[in-house]
């Protein structure tokens, strides 16, 4: 049965639209958790717009389930990453224009900066992901370079059009089979939602959806824990 990773950095997006100390994102987490979330995930960006280290320090401390950081893989997060532990790293691209991650990482173009970051961090008992585009050459790399999971980029089967979603439907479900036959586990994320969500928690093979915008906005109508129960529920039931 797929699990749900609730990504919380919105609710430090709020936070830091006033600069205050409320929303607490590790408060957040804790809703998340009790309401049956199976992990918790953040992005700690470099221009540090919405998750701080004091809030990875703490949910690394305070977590009951497991923290998966989002990062770049840059020598500064895989130091900070060496401190915290979390149980995964996803290595995944950022620019700072962005809005949120716009693509795939290219494990191909960086496969020799990735290789000995990638074996500091599992040296340290850290799992890691790369973030890729459901594509056969990027798994290919990802597996050469030992990743111990993929998270397959959703963005492209969320913005298609209905007649579009058929076709990157079917290149997620090709990843999925092409990752489990290299030995890669499989998780995905990216603009999944309550409408979209389903056809992809059908497939087999994928062990973890990470999802946030779509909670956290559901969050501030109904509440964390209501959000996080139905988003659960259709991960879960999807089959």
Same mark, same amino acid.
């Given at each position: 049965?797929?699990?749900?990773?609730?990504?919380?950095?919105?609710?430090?997006? +709020?936070? *830091?639209?006033? !600069?205050? &100390?409320?929303?607490?994102? @590790?408060?957040?987490?804790?809703?998340?958790?009790? $309401?049956? =979330?199976?992990?918790?995930?953040?992005?700690?960006?470099?221009?540090?717009?919405?998750?701080?280290?004091?809030?990875?320090?703490?949910?690394?401390?305070?977590?009951?389930?497991?923290?998966?950081?989002?990062?770049?893989?840059?020598?500064?997060?895989?130091?900070?990453?060496?401190?915290?532990?979390?149980?995964?790293?996803?290595?995944?691209?950022?620019?700072?224009?962005?809005?949120?991650?716009?693509?795939?990482?290219?494990?191909?173009?960086?496969?020799?900066?990735?290789?000995?970051?990638?074996? +500091?961090? *599992?040296?340290? !008992?850290? &799992?890691?992901?790369?973030? @890729?585009?459901?594509?056969?050459?990027?798994?290919? $790399?990802? =597996?050469?370079?030992?990743?111990?999971?993929?998270?397959?980029?959703?963005?492209?089967?969320?913005?298609?059009?209905?007649?579009?979603?058929?076709?990157?439907?079917?290149?997620?479900?090709?990843?999925?089979?092409?990752?489990?036959?290299?030995?890669?586990?499989?998780?995905?994320?990216?603009?999944?939602?309550?409408?979209?969500?389903?056809?992809?928690?059908?497939?087999?093979?994928?062990?973890?959806?990470?999802?946030?915008?779509?909670?956290?906005?559901?969050?501030?109508?109904?509440?964390?824990?209501?959000?996080?129960?139905?988003?659960?529920?259709?991960?879960?039931?999807?089959?």
């Amino acid at each position: 049965m797929p699990q749900l990773g609730v990504n919380i950095d919105h609710v430090a997006t +709020l936070r *830091q639209a006033r !600069g205050g &100390q409320e929303p607490d994102p @590790v408060t957040a987490a804790a809703f998340a958790e009790l $309401a049956g =979330a199976d992990g918790i995930t953040v992005h700690l960006r470099e221009d540090r717009r919405h998750i701080q280290d004091r809030d990875v320090m703490l949910l690394r401390r305070t977590l009951q389930t497991r923290l998966n950081l989002e990062m770049a893989a840059t020598e500064e997060m895989v130091g900070i990453a060496l401190k915290v532990v979390p149980a995964t790293v996803t290595l995944v691209p950022e620019r700072r224009q962005e809005l949120t991650t716009e693509g795939g990482l290219d494990v191909l173009r960086h496969r020799q900066a990735l290789r000995p970051q990638i074996e +500091l961090l *599992q040296q340290a !008992g850290i &799992q890691v992901s790369l973030f @890729v585009d459901p594509d056969l050459e990027q798994i290919k $790399a990802s =597996a050469r370079l030992k990743a111990d999971y993929i998270e397959i980029h959703t963005g492209a089967y969320c913005e298609a059009s209905a007649r579009g979603q058929a076709a990157e439907l079917a290149k997620i479900e090709q990843a999925v089979a092409a990752a489990g036959k290299f030995g890669l586990g499989v998780n995905a994320g990216h603009g999944l939602n309550y409408q979209n969500v389903r056809p992809v928690a059908r497939l087999k093979g994928i062990e973890e959806f990470n999802i946030g915008h779509s909670i956290i906005c559901r969050a501030v109508m109904v509440g964390m824990d209501r959000a996080v129960r139905e988003m659960a529920a259709l991960v879960r039931g999807a089959a």
